[in-house]
Structure formats: C-alpha cells, structure tokens
C-alpha cells in the first residue's frame, strides 16, 4: 500500500435525501450486512462473542435485527452516502408509481 495515499470521495455533504427514501435506507442497510455477513461466511468465518482474526470468528454475524445500534448506524451511513453519490452524480431516486 502507497503511504501517500489521500482518500478524495466525492463530496456529498450540500446533498440532501428527501425523508421518503428513509425505508429504502434501510433496507439497503440491511442488504449491506446481508452481503458482508455472507462474504465473511463465504471466507470461513463463524459467529462468536468476540472478535478474533485469526481465529475467524466475528460478533456481527447474526441478523440485522440483533446487530448493536452502533453497527446498523454503520451499514446505514454507507447506504446513505451511495444514495447522496447517485443524486450528485445527477440520478433520481423515486419509487415506481402504479
């Protein structure tokens, strides 16, 4: 890995997303954990209390429901931030009608 490696994300922070798109928020989020739990599954890893590398053994390995708070806020923030790229990028998100 380069040392001088800068992230430079593109910048979302002017874009706001309409309250309507609070569910599909969260279920992207929880479509997020589904695709990390099943790789890290995939890979080997197992659920266990606490977090061991070596061992593959991960305590986020259960339902979206059972995650702590903290963690959901984490799989919610990058659906958030997919969302914010895709309607700088010019999209829009709405719901099909009828």
Not at 9 to 17: H, R, Y
Not at 35 to 60: F, L
Request: hydrophobic residues 35%.
């Amino acid at each position: 890995m380069k040392a001088n490696y800068t992230p430079q994300p593109v910048d979302t922070s002017n874009v706001v997303l309409p309250t309507e798109l609070d569910e599909l928020v969260e279920v992207m989020a929880k479509n997020v954990h589904e695709v990390w739990a099943q790789t890290r599954i995939k890979q080997g890893w197992q659920y266990g209390s606490e977090r061991n590398d070596e061992q593959k053994i991960h305590p986020c390995l259960v339902e979206y429901e059972a995650l702590p708070e903290s963690e959901r806020e984490y799989d919610r923030n990058t659906a958030i931030g997919t969302l914010k790229l895709i309607v700088k990028l010019g999209f829009e998100i709405s719901p099909k009608r009828g």
